[in-house]
């Protein structure tokens, strides 16, 4: 059985790696880990290796997470309904890969801002430290050269973690989710971190895994070589994507 240890502080000048057991973290507010310590590279890079990611609002400490249970998609359990399989063939949509990352998060930002977003200024100034040592991506869905929807996150090895995602028009988001799992079927991407299950995720095919079973399956893949590698890619219709 797993110890839990108190809540964790972290300072700046702590080490990057300096997190609590990720099984650690407390029941309610489910998987709060730790607070403290700063958004740098090293950090972020140490977190998503051990399963936690930021989550806070503007004036708050950094905070620390590690749900139990944990969202995750499959990529060969996306689901694709037949009104979206018509859009993806109709070619009403491109998809793009790492062309817009600063529009992407800002969108994600700018769409939730009325209700509180936790994509604070400092967050997306990391998110873009990271976009540029090629550890986070986005793709983008693109409708008459206007962004449509995008999804942007972290990849290391066989796992994306997902952050966060956005619909300026219908289908928007589920037209980029379709692009990320095209990519990771060709790029061997076992698994889409998805973090907290939704509504919205689950009619994609997300499902909920025990937190035990998420951290296992992450020490597995995301340090298996070669690394999944997103490259940059400029637009291209969506009937291309491998929806098989």
């Known amino acids: 059985m797993t110890r839990r240890t108190p809540f964790a502080w972290l300072e700046p000048g702590d080490p990057p790696d ?21 958004l ?3 950090r972020l890079t140490a977190a998503y290796r051990r399963g936690i990611f930021p989550w806070f609002n503007a004036g708050q400490p950094i905070l620390w997470w590690c749900p ?25 949509f491109d998809i793009s890969v790492n062309q817009s990352f600063g529009d992407v998060i ?9 209700s509180g977003t936790w994509l604070t200024s400092d967050m997306v100034m990391a998110y873009e430290r990271l976009h540029a040592l090629g550890l986070a991506h986005s793709v983008e869905a693109w409708q008459d ?5 995008g999804i942007y996150g972290v990849n290391l090895g066989g796992m994306f973690f997902g952050e ?13 989710m379709a692009g990320l799992v095209s990519i990771a079927r060709r790029e061997a991407i076992a698994m889409i ?12 095919g997300c499902r909920p895994i025990p937190r035990r079973e998420f951290l296992d399956i992450l020490r597995r893949i ?11 890619a400029d637009r291209q219709p969506t009937r291309g994507l491998s929806m098989a």
């Open 40 to 42: 740098s590279p090293e």
């Open 68 to 92: 139990d249970p944990r969202a995750v998609l499959v990529p060969a359990e996306f689901h694709v309904s037949r009104s979206l399989r018509r859009t993806l063939r109709s070619n009403r």
């Open 164 to 176: 966060s995602m956005f619909s300026a028009r219908r289908d928007g988001s589920k037209i980029a």
């Open 18 to 38: 300096a997190f609590p057991d990720p099984e650690a973290g407390l029941r309610e507010p489910n998987g709060l880990l730790a607070a403290g310590g700063d």
């Open 106 to 114: 800002r969108l994600c930002a700018a769409l939730r801002a009325e």
């Open 145 to 149: 050269d206007v962004l449509a929807g």
């Open 193 to 204: 971190d998805c973090q907290v299950m939704n509504p919205h995720l689950e009619r994609l």
């Open 222 to 232: 995301s340090t298996r070589p070669p690394l999944a590698r997103i490259a940059a």
